[in-house]
């Protein structure tokens, strides 16, 4: 399991072994509740900037593109 604290920088959010975050991992890297994020991905998603999925009731965010929209650079510049 990755250490909250890795999860306050972009490597710290690419070293997670999946290919999407879960709301608890986006909100620790943007100083966010994580409750806050859900809401907002079911009133509004297109407000967050990155795109969402949830499945059986589970928010699901796909991890690259939430890398690139908080720093602007693609996958192949992190990894």
């Known amino acids: ?9 972009i ?7 999946r290919e999407f975050i879960f709301a608890e991992e986006a909100a620790a890297f943007t100083s966010q509740n994580a409750q806050s994020i859900r809401i907002q ?7 967050l900037g990155y795109p969402v999925s949830v499945c059986n009731g589970v928010l699901m ?5 939430f890398i690139a ?10 990894s």
């Not at 399991?1 to 306050?8: A, N, Q, T, V, Y």
């Not at 490597?11 to 072994?17: L, N, Q, S, T």
């Not at 991905?41 to 407000?47: M, Q, S």
């Not at 965010?61 to 593109?65: A, Q, R």
């Open 1 to 9: 399991m990755i250490d909250k604290k890795e999860l306050k920088t």
């Open 11 to 17: 490597e710290g959010i690419a070293a997670i072994p």
């Open 41 to 47: 991905a079911k009133e509004d998603p297109a407000k």
């Open 61 to 65: 965010i796909p991890k690259w593109p």
């Open 69 to 78: 929209f908080w720093t602007g650079i693609g996958r192949e510049v992190v």
